[in-house]
């Protein structure tokens, strides 16, 4: 794996649609000079998502 790779989630799932989705479209805005890019459902545009992660399970 290289050192500059992003790790990305296992799945998306918007709150708005319930609509799964493995890569979000990703919305770029700019104020006051700052550069910014939020990720959104790609099905209704929607920002508010929720990212799901596999965990492993401690072996203890």
């Not at 770029?28 to 399970?57: D, F, L, M, Y």
Request: include cysteine; hydrophobic fraction near 30%; charge should be positive.
């Amino acid at each position: 794996m290289r050192a500059d790779s992003v790790k990305r989630p296992d799945h998306y799932r918007c709150l708005d649609c319930k609509e799964r989705f493995n890569d979000a479209k990703f919305i770029r805005s700019e104020e006051n000079g700052i550069h910014s890019a939020v990720a959104a459902c790609p099905n209704c545009q929607s920002t508010k998502i929720k990212i799901s992660w596999w965990k492993k399970k401690s072996t203890d």
